[in-house]
């Protein structure tokens, strides 16, 4: 993707996040959930992983005292604890310690919530196999992969299966 389609967006929402107050009410803490999604999404893509890891963990505090706020998780909630496991590995902390619980965390989340399907468990599946592969441990790995890949399969069958799915090497 390039970033330079939305260097313009990027730049209003930058602006945008720097004059509101991150306590001020709910929707300028989304304002800043979706700041910190754009330069998370942006230092993944430049390879800039510690950079990630700061705005993948300030999205994660937004989305909990999000959370604490309205007594609701979301699938936001789910998928940033999710970015932060990946951002970790991305810097190179391979800890099962700190990666699984929220990688446990999230896949928590998601299972409450409504409408609830295995395929949407495909990314804490894969940066579980990833870490797993990271760690030398091929066959957990393996298992990782091969569960979300199987589960995508059975939800959406072979014909349907998605052809981009990717596995961080």
């Known amino acids: 993707m390039d970033r330079l389609r939305f260097a313009k967006a990027d730049a209003m929402l930058n602006l945008i996040s720097n004059y ?34 700061k705005y993948a ?12 706020d309205t007594g609701q998780a979301s699938q ?20 099962e310690e700190e990666i699984l619980p ?20 495909f990314n804490a599946l894969r940066c579980e196999g990833t870490l797993y592969k990271k760690m030398g441990r091929l066959k957990e790995a393996e298992a990782c992969y091969l569960k ?5 399969v059975a939800e959406l069958g072979d014909e349907k299966l998605h052809t981009n799915i990717r596995f961080v090497s």
């Open 20 to 53: 509101v107050q991150v306590s001020s009410s709910l929707y300028f803490k989304n304002v800043h959930v979706a700041y910190c999604t754009s330069m998370l999404r942006m230092y993944n893509l430049q390879g800039e992983y510690t950079k990630a890891l």
């Open 57 to 68: 963990s300030k999205k994660l505090d937004l989305l909990e005292t999000i959370r604490e």
């Open 76 to 95: 936001k909630l789910c998928s940033a604890y999710t970015e932060k496991a990946m951002a970790l590995i991305g810097t190179g902390h391979f800890s």
């Open 102 to 121: 929220m990688l446990q965390t999230s896949t928590k989340i998601r299972i409450a919530l409504p409408g609830y399907q295995r395929t949407q468990l």
């Open 148 to 152: 979300a890949y199987e589960d995508r």
